[in-house]
Every structure is written in C-alpha cells, then in structure tokens.
C-alpha cells in the first residue's frame, strides 16, 4: 500500500515532532515515522526531561535536608539532615510519570493536527519515497519534501566498552533504581556535570574525568572555575586534562585506569563508570550512502537551510553538519524544524543565528550563557571590555539561600554591543533569556543599564553586570 504525502519527517524528537506541527499548521498533508514505542524522542524519553525531573528531586532534597535553618518542621520536630534520605523508587516513580504525561501531550497534537504517525524504521528509497518497516513494510511518499530528523545516542571513545550495566551511558543513568554509593563520570559536558550534581545531592561519591583543561569546556573560562569551586565545596572530585585509558567491569563495580595530567595514572574502583563523552548522529539503516547523501563523520551535510545534496530530502537536529560544529539542543532541532516546515510551505525564512542561541546546563549551580566567550570574542578581533556581578550580593539571593555565581557580560568596546552574556548561579537557565533577546536584537550594553530590573530579584544580577561594564556598578 502507498501512502502519499506532502512531508514525511522521519524522527519524532524534538526537531522532527515541531517540523511536523508546524508543516500541519501550514496546510501540508504530514506524516511521521518513528519506531520508538512513544513520541518526543531523546530529549523526551532519554535527555533532557527526565534528567532535570531528577535534578528537581535534588533540589527539593537539599531544600528538606536544610529544613531547621529554614524552620519547617515535620511533626512537630526539627529534622536532622542525616535523617533525610531519598527513595529512588518514589523518585523514578515521579519521573516516568513526568516523561509520560508530556508523550501523551504530543501525541494530542499529532491528532489536533492530523498528523499520521507511521510506526517502524525508515529507509529512503529515492524520488521521495520512504519504506517502513515493522512487521509487514509500508511505503510512504513524499511530493514534496523528506525531513530527517533521526537525532543521536551516546558514544564511547576507543578502548572503552559500553555494557550498560556497569558501564552506562545517560540512557541507563536516568533509570538507575538505587543510590550507587559511588560513580565515575568521563567527561563533564553538560550531560556530565548534571549527572555529578544529581548522584552527589543524592550522596554518591562523584569524581568526573575530563579530557580538556577545565569542567564544562564551551563554556566562558570564569564559569568553568566558578563551577570547579563549587563541585569541591560540594565534594565532587573532578580530574581535568586526565583520560581514562582502561575500565574494566565485574558484576558489582568498575576500576578505572586514569592517566592525570602529569603522566602519572591512578586507579578508581567504583559501583559504576558513566560514559558522558558526547552524542553521535543516527543514521544506520536510512540508506543515506546509496542515496548519494553528502556525510561528513557520520553527520548529513546541509546547507544553512538544512537542504541536503539529494533534491527533496532536508536534515535538521542532531544528524546534521554545517561544515562545523552544530549545537546538539533541544531548541535548537526545533527552531530547525519550524524554519523547515516554513520554507517547505513557500514563506520567506532567514537562517539562524547560531551566535545567538542559549546553552542551558542544570548542575547545582546552574549554567546559562548566550553568545561569544571572552576568549572567543578577543579571537574574533574585537576589543573587549566585561563586567561582572555576583548574585550573593542580591536580596533574592540572600531569602533563597543561593548566593554562589554570578552574571559576565562581554562587550564591543568600540560599539558598546554586548556579544556575550555568561551566568553561574541559582536561575541562570531561566535569566538567560533576557541576554538572548538582548543579542536578538543587537542591543548595547547601556540598552541594558537603561532597562529597569524589578527588586528585588535574580534578575537585577543582569542590570548590575551591565554597570560593571561600564565600571559602575551600583552595589558591588
């Protein structure tokens, strides 16, 4: 039986599911294909909602465990830190229930908008034909437009076996049904330094490998030693410019081979090793080679409106490559996908700004940036100048208890245009969205002082680093 279609999006995450709605939105007949059992893909069910789900249990954790500074008591006594503990089947309990109401949530929109979702694995058979296999084989076409949207998985680096039971990936770290007393982290990635922040508040013994010279190496240099200074206060231990170059699993734990900076190894035993050394893109079975599909290191080559070389076939999200390195977020794929959707229906689109995207990173304390790094910006030639402001300072900060970090703004000396905006501390995934309009909108650094920040908030961090840019902040 042929199906026909005007856009088959193969994937339903996060890009492939928004590249959908919004096709349907404009009038074009769509369907899905996606194999997995529910909708949302890796950020849905493997990635970001589940991760933060148990990073939220953390925080409500070190909230309960602080209860007689913050006088709550709990009948009628005062209880002991040390008599607070976390129930890891509550927890997941709670999790699966979060992940579940939202797959149901899109699965609500693909009948509101009438979108077919065709269960099985896809293969691209050319001249916009797509055949989809499970059980018996379908075949789809498209009169218009395929859009890839396979995303990525974790990935291991040589020498390194994954076996998911003592060596894990995320996917098997989110499911995890007890407190592993202790835990290796490769790599201190956003993925990463989560996962420390989660198992440590749960009270694991968390020591994080990292290859490069500092934790959560895109980020600005003063954030990466704000988040260093933090993670040994919390007794996280975190090896920078180390490698692991052997792990060798047992039924009940992993020993670890580092070799530290200084050329000399150490030897960790722990309950698990968790692999958080980035994500490689899907595309094993799509046929993507025969087709004549341009690859580059596993990724589909685009073009800065996600066409691939193969007339009728787009790519968006994780799978693809610009020539460069493409940000593997969540928001990113779906920006893609509508920006897709919106020039498969014929409407005048612009590329995106990558400059301009916000990276979020929801350790304890949390990661927001937006633009160029100092370092980045003196390499692009511009004269730099930066402000800072530190949020223990703020009233707000003070009541919530959460005064570690600050907010870096990086500006064009010459122009007064911020290029960059860098934050460490309690609300920095949400704050950030003030910097993001800012660089939207190619706003100065005086725009910022000029906007008033409502008192007394997180936010004001933001105003008062736009002060200290310009040398005068108010209350530092």
């Known amino acids: 039986m042929t199906n026909e279609y005007d856009v088959i999006v193969i994937g339903a995450g996060t890009g492939g599911y928004v590249a959908a709605i919004r096709a349907a939105q404009l009038g074009l007949k769509t369907a899905v294909v996606e194999k997995q059992k529910a909708l949302g893909g890796t950020c849905l069910l493997w990635g970001c909602i589940p ?48 992940v579940g109401g939202l797959t149901k949530g899109v699965e ?55 076996d998911h039971t003592r060596i894990i990936t995320s996917d098997e770290a989110i499911h995890l049904k007890e407190v592993p007393k202790s835990l290796v982290i490769m790599g201190s990635g956003a993925v ?68 530290l900076g200084d050329g000399s190894t150490t030897q960790i035993s722990a309950d698990y090793l968790l692999v958080a050394t980035g994500r490689g893109p899907v595309t094993t079975g799509l046929d993507a080679e025969r087709l004549g599909l341009e690859i580059d290191k596993g990724y589909l080559k685009v073009d800065t409106l996600y066409r691939t070389n193969v007339p009728g076939i787009s790519a968006i999200g994780d799978v693809i490559t610009m020539g460069g390195p493409h940000p593997q977020l969540a928001h990113v794929s779906s920006a893609e996908g509508i920006l897709v959707a919106e020039r498969i229906a ?92 800012a660089l939207r909108l190619e706003s100065t650094v005086d725009d910022l002082i000029r906007t008033i920040h409502a008192h007394p908030t997180m936010a004001e961090a933001v105003g008062e680093a736009a002060h200290a840019t310009h040398g005068a902040a108010i209350h530092s």
């Not at 030693?225 to 734990?253: N, P």
Request: glycine share 10%; hydrophobic share 40%; with cysteine.
């Open 51 to 98: 991760t933060k789900a148990l990073l939220e249990h953390a925080h409500a954790l070190k909230v309960v465990q602080n209860a007689k500074e913050w006088g709550v008591t709990v009948g009628g006594a005062l209880p002991a830190a040390s008599q607070v503990g976390i129930d890891m089947v509550q927890v997941q309990a709670r999790k699966d229930r979060i």
């Open 108 to 162: 609500f929109l693909f009948k509101k908008n009438k979108i077919d979702w065709i269960k099985g694995t896809a293969r691209l058979t050319g001249r916009g034909g797509v055949e989809v296999f499970e059980g018996e084989t379908q075949t789809l076409t498209a009169t218009k437009e395929i859009v890839v949207a396979t995303g990525s998985t974790p990935r291991s680096v040589p020498g390194i076996t994954i």
């Open 192 to 259: 990463g330094v989560e996962f420390a922040s989660i198992f440590r508040s749960f009270g694991s013994d968390v020591t994080i490998i990292e290859l490069l010279p500092r934790l959560v190496p895109v980020e600005d240099d003063a954030v990466s030693a704000e988040l260093a200074k933090s993670f040994r206060k919390k007794g996280i231990t975190a090896y920078t410019g180390a490698k692991v170059t052997a792990a060798r699993a047992s039924a009940t734990a992993v020993d670890v081979e580092v070799t």
């Open 346 to 437: 014929g409407h005048q689109i612009s590329p995106i700004n990558y400059d301009h995207v916000p990276g979020c990173t929801y350790c304890d304390p949390e990661i927001g940036s937006v633009g160029l790094t100092e370092r980045e910006a003196v390499a692009r030639g511009f004269e730099v100048v930066v402000g800072t402001f530190p949020f223990g300072v703020l009233g707000r900060a003070k009541m919530a208890g959460e005064t570690d970090g600050f907010v870096k703004i990086v500006a064009d000396k010459r122009y007064d245009e911020v290029l960059g905006v860098h934050m460490i501390g309690s609300r920095s995934t949400e704050l950030v969205a003030e910097a993001t309009v």
